[in-house]
T-cell receptor
Framework: ETGVTQSPTHLIKTRGQQVTLRCSSQ?????VSWYQQALGQGPQFIFQ???????GRGNFPPRFSGLQFPNYSSELNVNALELDDSALYLC?????????????FGPGTRLTVT | RKEVEQDPGPFNVPEGATVAFNCTYS??????FFWYRQDCRKEPKLLMS???SGNEDGRFTAQLNRASQYISLLIRDSKLSDSATYLC???????????FGAGTILRVKS
C-alpha cells in the first residue's frame, strides 16, 4: 500500500451542489496532485499543491479549487457540479526534490452526479 | 495530436508470452517518464520509472528514445496476474504536470 488515503470512497451528489474530497499524503511527502479519471480514460491532471500553494494547474475551470494544509493533506472542492463531473477523483503524493517526480496514488473517490 | 498516445489494445496473450507496449509523446522538453499499471476500478500503481539508459525490473524492461519521443515496456514470461491496464505517463516539465496516456489493456490467458 502507498499510505495515501482518500475520503469518502463513494459519493452521490445532484447537479448544482458542491463537494469536498479529502486526501492524506504519504509520510515524508510534501506535494499532492489531484486527477480526474473518466471511464475508459487515463487520469487528467487537475492541479498540484506544494507547500500549501497551487503549483501547476490543468485545463479545469475555476469551480475546481483546492487547499493544502500544513501537514500536507489536501482538499479538492468542486462547486456547481455538472453531470460530466462524474468520475474517479485520485490524489497522488510525492516528494519534490532531486530525482524523478514519482507519484503514489490513493484509492480514489468515485463521484456520481445525478 | 494527443500529448501521450498509446495503442489501446486489448492485447490478448497466453501465459508465458512476451508482450511489448509502445507509447509516443509530443513534447520534446518532457523530463521524466513512467509506466503505471491499473487494475479494474483501482488506483494506478507505479510500475517503474523510465531512464534514458533503459532499465529492467525482473520481467519488465522499459526503454526511452528521446530522439523519436518514444517509450516502450516489455513484459517477459507473462503471468495471469499481469492482466491490467498499463498507463504510459510523461512529466511535461511545466507545472509538474503528469500526462497520462489512455492506457493499453493486457489480458493474459491460461
Amino acid at each position: 500500500e502507498t499510505g495515501v488515503t482518500q475520503s469518502p470512497t463513494h459519493l452521490i451528489k445532484t447537479r448544482g451542489q458542491q463537494v469536498t474530497l479529502r486526501c492524506s499524503s504519504q509520510s515524508g511527502h510534501n506535494t499532492v496532485s489531484w486527477y480526474q479519471q473518466a471511464l475508459g480514460q487515463g487520469p487528467q491532471f487537475i492541479f498540484q499543491y506544494y507547500r500549501e500553494e497551487e503549483n501547476g494547474r490543468g485545463n479545469f475551470p475555476p469551480r475546481f479549487s483546492g487547499l493544502q494544509f500544513p501537514n500536507y493533506s489536501s482538499e479538492l472542492n468542486v462547486n456547481a457540479l455538472e453531470l460530466d463531473d462524474s468520475a474517479l477523483y485520485l490524489c497522488a503524493s510525492s516528494f519534490q526534490g532531486a530525482g524523478p517526480d514519482e507519484q503514489y496514488f490513493g484509492p480514489g473517490t468515485r463521484l456520481t452526479v445525478t | 495530436r494527443k500529448e501521450v498516445e498509446q495503442d489501446p489494445g486489448p492485447f490478448n496473450v497466453p501465459e508465458g508470452a512476451t508482450v511489448a507496449f509502445n507509447c509516443t509523446y509530443s513534447n520534446s522538453a518532457s523530463q521524466s517518464f513512467f509506466w503505471y499499471r491499473q487494475d479494474c476500478r483501482k488506483e494506478p500503481k507505479l510500475l517503474m520509472s523510465v531512464y534514458s539508459s533503459g532499465n529492467e525490473d525482473g520481467r519488465f524492461t522499459a526503454q526511452l528514445n528521446r530522439a523519436s519521443q518514444y517509450i516502450s515496456l516489455l513484459i517477459r514470461d507473462s503471468k495471469l496476474s499481469d492482466s491490467a491496464t498499463y498507463l504510459c505517463v510523461v512529466n511535461m516539465g511545466y507545472g509538474n504536470k503528469l500526462v497520462f496516456g489512455a492506457g493499453t489493456i493486457l489480458r493474459v490467458k491460461s
